[in-house]
């Protein structure tokens, strides 16, 4: 069965400084998709990135970065240069053929990001 | 485009009673999948509808329900409600293009309190 595991259940930095949120993940599968969604206080999951199996590029995005290794089955997320408006719960979530389909996604539990200003 | 849209947002009933909630996918979108959040679970997954049909179902008891109109719309029941069941309901809708790579989009959820 399909696992994901965000060991940090809550961090907190200082503006502008850089963070790394951890996400581990286990499938039998060999296609799969990896997402990271934000949810901040208002409770909605904003999509933030989506990476197939089979593309283990690192994208950059803005201040945001991603970090796909297969070897490792991890799929780590930075932030570069903090800001207040980070602050947020980011899941990690998996989807694979087992699951039934692609569109049922397994969550981690989450990582609560609090940037002090 | 606007995005999804779930009604109402907050929700308070007492156990027993039944409760059905609303979600409306993004336009041109297909798919809706239904999310339970809560606590102590985190986020799980309820069920999935395409074409009206319930295409795949998590692990809950046969309380949950929902359906799937013409239009996309989908509404999740739940019956006999326990205390258990308050969490955040979240509602996510996908294009559909292709089966393997479509994206979730999740609408603002519906807080159910049960008292």
């Known amino acids: 069965a399909q696992k994901v595991t965000q060991a940090q259940t809550e961090i907190s930095v200082v503006e502008k400084e850089d963070v790394t949120l951890d996400c581990v993940y286990e499938?039998?599968?060999?296609?799969?998709?990896l997402f990271w969604y934000k949810q901040p206080p208002s409770g909605e999951l904003v999509f933030l990135i989506r990476?197939?199996?089979?593309?283990?590029q690192n994208e950059i995005s803005g201040r945001y970065s991603w970090n796909f290794q297969k070897s490792t089955s991890s799929f780590n997320f930075t932030i570069t240069a903090s800001q207040v408006v980070d602050s947020a719960v980011y899941f990690c979530?998996?989807?694979?053929?087992?699951?039934?389909?692609?569109?049922?996604?397994?969550f981690g539990s989450g990582t609560q990001l609090t940037v002090l200003p | 485009k606007a995005g999804v849209t779930q009604t109402p947002r907050y929700l308070i009933k007492t156990r027993g009673q039944q409760v059905t909630l609303s979600c409306s996918p993004i336009?041109?979108?297909?798919?809706v999948s239904w999310y339970q959040q809560t606590p102590g679970q985190g986020l799980q997954f309820l069920f999935e509808?395409?074409?009206?049909?319930?295409?795949n179902k998590g692990n809950f008891p046969g309380r949950f329900s929902g359906r799937q109109f013409s239009n996309s719309r989908s509404e999740m029941n739940v019956s006999t409600l326990e205390l258990g069941d308050s969490a955040l309901y979240l509602c996510?809708?996908?294009?559909?293009?292709?089966?393997?790579?479509?994206?979730?989009?999740f609408g603002p959820g519906t807080r159910l309190t049960v008292l």
């Open positions: 996510a809708s996908s294009p559909e293009q292709q089966s393997r790579t479509d994206t979730q989009y």
């Open positions: 499938t039998r599968d060999t296609t799969y998709y």
């Open positions: 990476r197939n199996s089979f593309d283990e």
């Open positions: 979530a998996l989807s694979d053929v087992s699951s039934g389909s692609a569109r049922q996604l397994t």
């Open positions: 336009s041109g979108h297909r798919s």
């Open positions: 509808y395409f074409s009206e049909t319930q295409r």
